[in-house]
């Protein structure tokens, strides 16, 4: 960083070691730093010059708007139990958005979508560490895995379209350090109101503040304990989840899907601190056997991810088989 004007007050210390490092390269690979997710699942059509979007039903309306508002065409699609997308073939004008749920997909299934629909847009906004395919569009969001205001990558086959003005985000994070000092469930609405900017702020380029943040996150450890942690708690409660979701080597999950039919399990959770959201609800039609209305129902996102030790695991264990019980 360099200065054009000098003294004043000292900023916070965002120190960079020689090993400081983004998780994706630019030199590797044709990358936008951008401010939220949906940014760049717009920039992605709008590079790929798509006229008819097909989108999953079991998605989040943030996304949902964001492609209405560009005027494209949208084609919404069920998937099945695999969360494969039951869509026929696609035109050469077509793109299809797929979301790698919970992050819990590798390589293989990516391919298998890819190969199968050509024209791709794999939103791995839960699956941060995922490699890239080089034949699709893959959406990337640093605030689900890192504690940072903004931040999303788009990598792209092709030369990506399109400058944007960078993001300011310091008047938006104090939630990131009250969460610090008084524990995240404190920060809830300052950190809501941080993902309320999003829906107005348009294509903007990732901050400054959080580039530096990146460079001093030590993704190694990120990764070894939310795989750690997932693995712990799916081996005590695999045996009543209803969804089958066993761990590939190398997948690195955002969250561990717990689905168990129960009207008062979400309650319990809460009531037990156990913070679990409900997801999209606005999913939810009047077919009672569609897949999605169980998800919104009765999947419970355990968390998983790096602040937590296997003693905080056996916690959460704990009270769900209570709840279970009860």
Avoid at 263 to 290: A, C, G, H
Wanted: charged share 25%; proline share 4%.
């Amino acid at each position: 960083m360099s200065y054009s004007e000098f003294g004043g007050c000292l900023p916070f210390e965002l120190l960079v070691d020689k090993n400081g490092r983004e998780y994706f390269d630019s030199k590797e690979y044709n990358v936008k730093r951008l401010n939220c997710g949906r940014s760049a699942i717009v920039l992605a059509i709008r590079t790929s010059k798509a006229i008819r979007v097909f989108l999953p039903i079991y998605i989040c309306d943030s996304v949902k708007n964001a492609v209405q508002n560009e005027g494209c065409q949208i084609e919404y699609y069920h998937i099945n139990e695999d969360f494969f997308p039951e869509v026929d073939d696609i035109n050469k004008d077509d793109i299809l958005i797929w979301v790698n749920y919970f992050g819990i997909f590798g390589n293989a299934v990516i391919k298998e979508i890819v190969s199968r629909y050509e024209n791709v847009i794999i939103d791995n906004t839960q699956a941060f560490f995922c490699e890239p395919n080089k034949d699709a569009y893959n959406i990337y969001s640093c605030r689900k895995f890192v504690g940072v205001p903004d931040g999303a990558y788009l990598i792209s086959p092709t030369e990506i379209i399109g400058n944007f003005e960078t993001d300011v985000s310091s008047d938006r994070s104090s939630f990131l350090l009250k969460a610090w000092e008084q524990g995240s469930n404190s920060a809830y609405t300052l950190s809501k109101n941080n993902e309320d900017s999003f829906s107005y702020s348009g294509i903007r380029g990732m901050s400054l503040l959080t580039q530096r943040i990146l460079l001093n996150v030590t993704y190694e450890t990120i990764i070894e304990k939310r795989i750690e942690n997932y693995r712990y708690i799916h081996d005590k409660l695999k045996n009543f989840n209803l969804l089958k979701c066993d761990l590939e080597n190398g997948v690195v999950p955002m969250i561990y899907p717990f689905v168990y039919k129960s009207d008062t399990m979400r309650e319990y959770l809460i009531d037990n601190k156990v913070f679990v959201p409900t997801w999209w609800r606005s999913v939810k039609n009047s077919n009672p056997n569609d897949i999605e209305n169980g998800f919104v129902d009765y999947l419970y996102p355990l968390p998983i991810d790096q602040r937590y030790t296997i003693d905080d695991m056996e916690r959460i264990i704990e009270i769900v088989l209570m709840g279970i019980e009860t």
